[in-house]
């Protein structure tokens, strides 16, 4: 029983740590497209 808990928390801490993962990366992704610079001359439209 107690090897089954702790594969329970170690799943449990897996996927915390993986979904911090994730958010990070798409803040960076969010913020390298905010900064990203912008060609001279470009009008957007």
């Known amino acids: ?3 089954l ?3 329970a928390v170690a799943a449990i801490g897996g996927l915390l740590v993986y ?3 994730q958010a ?3 803040e ?3 913020w390298t ?3 990203d610079s912008v060609p001279a001359g470009s009008t957007g439209a």
Do not use: F, P, S
């Open 1 to 3: 029983m107690k090897k």
């Open 5 to 7: 808990l702790l594969v």
């Open 19 to 21: 979904r911090q993962i």
């Open 24 to 26: 990070d990366k798409a």
């Open 28 to 30: 960076q992704d969010l």
């Open 33 to 35: 497209e905010a900064t």
